[in-house]
Every structure is written in structure tokens, then in C-alpha cells.
């Protein structure tokens, strides 16, 4: 979400394209904050307390509409892992001398996916060290990152403004996002990995 495609044969000026540009992304990004916004209080108000932190864990186990929905969640990061690891095995297929070999690409992938797999099971704090990859760098390239280049390449929103007051709120609830995650997950990670 938030890539526009830029081409030369754009049939409206630049500043018309980048004003319906950036009318476009205001309502996606809404939207999107409005409706996970709006799950996360409808999940509240129906469990109360006892809300767990990933909607499937909260739904009944015996009705066919809550099988479907965990399994479709279920899908969804799989399906994700194959758009990730494809550009990994396409460099490493290009870098070998059998590059056209169907039965090489297999190989590399089915490798890849094994020992990813073992990773994760291998060591004991995996899921912490994803928290902190996904708190330091995630944050920064999804949140602080784009705003940076906004204001490299866009002059007019360097100007004191209601604009730059809502870059620099992101910037700054971003950042603090990053460095509260980043230390959070730093801090499970070292508590992780103490003896017992």
C-alpha cells in the first residue's frame, strides 16, 4: 500500500498527478486506519478483558464460519513467505551455472524453506528477535523513512504548516514506536537468553 506508479506518457501534469496522488493515499491510509481502529474496539467491547492479542485465538472453535476465518489467516502468511523468499532463490539461481535447471531451482527453494524452518525452531527466542527486526526496522522503513523522503523531494512541505505538523507527528510517534519496540524486544531477548 502507498506505491503510486509513475509513468512518462502521463496524460496529467505532474502537480495535478501528485495533488490526486496524494488525495489518494489520504484516503487509503483513512480507511485503513478507520477500519483496523474500529476492529480493535469492536474486539474489546465483545471480549472485554479478555481479548487475546490475535483475533483468531478470540474466535469459537466449533462454528464452520470461525474454521474458515483461521484458516484463511492461516493461508495468508504462507502465501506472503513465497512472494518473500522468491527474490532470495532467484539471486541464488542466477548465480549458478545451472541457472535453467528446473530441477535446481527446486532445490534451492525447498533448501531455503527447510532451513529457515529450522532456524526458527533451532533458536529458542526467534519470535523476539522478529519483534525487534520488525520494531527497529519495519518502523523505520514503513513510517519514518517515507516521511523523510517526502520532505527531501517535496520543498513546499518544509513550509511551516498544518502539512509539516502532521509529518513531523509521524515522524515523531513513529520514532518513538521504533525506540519503545526496539528496546521492549532488546529487553525480552536479553531476559530470553539468561540462564536459569
Known amino acids: 500500500m502507498g506505491n503510486i506508479p509513475i509513468t512518462d506518457n502521463q496524460k496529467l501534469p505532474t502537480h495535478q498527478f501528485l495533488r490526486m496522488s496524494t488525495q489518494v493515499l489520504i484516503v487509503c491510509f483513512a480507511l485503513s486506519t478507520i477500519t483496523y481502529g474500529s476492529m480493535a474496539v469492536l474486539g474489546y467491547l465483545m471480549y472485554g478483558n479478555n481479548v487475546m492479542s490475535q483475533l483468531t485465538l478470540n474466535l469459537p472453535t466449533d462454528k ?45 527453494r525447498t533448501v531455503l524453506v527447510i532451513s529457515t524452518v529450522l532456524v526458527a525452531l533451532v533458536i529458542p527466542f526467534f519470535g523476539y528477535v ?56 532488546l529487553r525480552d531477548i536479553a531476559k530470553h537468553a539468561q540462564p536459569k
Open 64 to 108: 464452520i464460519n470461525s474454521k474458515v476465518a483461521i484458516y484463511t489467516t492461516l493461508i495468508n502468511p504462507i502465501t506472503k513467505y513465497a512472494i518473500i523468499i522468491s527474490p532470495i532463490a532467484t539471486a541464488i539461481e542466477d548465480t549458478s551455472p545451472f541457472r535453467d535447471s528446473r530441477s535446481l531451482s527446486f532445490l534451492i
Open 130 to 185: 522478529m519483534a525487534f527486526i520488525g520494531a527497529f526496522l519495519s518502523i523505520s522503513v514503513s513510517v519514518v523513512f517515507p516521511c523523510l523522503c517526502y520532505l527531501k523531494i517535496n520543498k513546499a512541505a518544509r513550509s511551516l504548516g498544518p502539512e509539516l505538523m502532521i509529518i513531523v507527528g509521524i515522524l515523531v510517534m513513529g520514532s518513538f514506536v521504533a525506540v519503545v519496540g526496539t528496546i521492549t524486544s
